[in-house]
């Protein structure tokens, strides 16, 4: 089926930790981003991608670096992981006319 | 910068009964305007959109109006379901070149429908 697919689903780390959350879509979309959700902050975006080949910082990038590695992958990787980084992360693409997909997303726990 | 403020839950409504979310947005320029809804364990999905002032996004009996007057873009539904139990998201998104087409989210509003 097309859409965003994020791996893994759920995933326990302990502090200082490293990963990486994959996302890929197939639907030839140029933009994706990753988002986190936690209690009561709504979806905030750590990072995006416009493009294949470029990366920006979006609201809450710190801790966190990204790896758009081709059209359909874009990575979010957590090289030490804090407690703070407990949380939901989504990631989407965009298409101009239909507007974004959100993956299922990928629960966080680090203790 | 560009914010989205939406009323606080959870709310509580019994089945059949009339539904308002509350959403207000601060941008410059002409936003685009969202209502995305989470079912429990679920990404996000879109409800309906608007893009330009004065536009009524609708979908699954909910309705929203772009109102640049009053900065609002409340969700309304006449009769809700217990299958309509979930999270709804308002966003926006900033002309391009100014946002670069990210989404700016609510808090989210938990709306939770007892039969």
């Known amino acids: 089926n097309a859409g965003v697919t994020q791996t893994p689903k759920f995933q326990v780390l302990k502090t200082g930790q490293s990963m990486t959350l994959q996302c890929a879509q197939d639907?030839?979309?140029?933009?994706m981003y990753w988002y986190r959700q936690d209690p009561g902050m709504g979806l905030r975006l750590i990072y995006y991608?416009?493009?294949?080949?470029?990366?920006d910082k979006g609201e809450v990038p710190n801790g966190y670096n990204v790896s758009r590695l081709n059209k359909r992958e874009f990575s979010l990787r957590l090289e030490s992981a804090a407690p703070s980084q407990t949380s939901v992360y989504f990631c989407?693409?965009?298409?101009?006319?239909?507007?974004?997909?959100f993956g299922s997303g990928t629960r966080l726990t680090v203790v | 910068g560009d914010s989205v403020t939406q009323m606080e839950g959870p709310v509580t409504l019994s089945e059949e009964a009339f539904l308002t979310i509350n959403c207000t947005y601060t941008a410059t320029g002409y936003p685009s305007l969202f209502w995305y809804v989470q079912y429990p364990g679920e990404g996000l999905q879109l409800l309906l959109k608007?893009?330009?002032?004065?536009d009524k996004g609708s979908n699954k009996g909910f309705e929203a109006t772009y109102r640049k007057e009053t900065t609002s873009f409340h969700l309304e539904k006449g009769s809700v379901q217990v299958s309509d139990s979930a999270v709804y998201f308002c966003?926006?998104?900033?002309?391009?070149?100014?946002?670069?087409?990210?989404?700016?989210f609510g808090q989210g509003t938990e709306l939770s429908v007892k039969p």
């Open positions: 989407a693409s965009l298409d101009r006319d239909y507007g974004y997909t």
């Open positions: 608007a893009t330009k002032a004065d």
């Open positions: 639907m030839n979309h140029n933009s």
């Open positions: 991608s416009a493009s294949e080949g470029t990366t």
């Open positions: 966003a926006l998104t900033g002309r391009r070149g100014n946002q670069g087409g990210k989404l700016i």
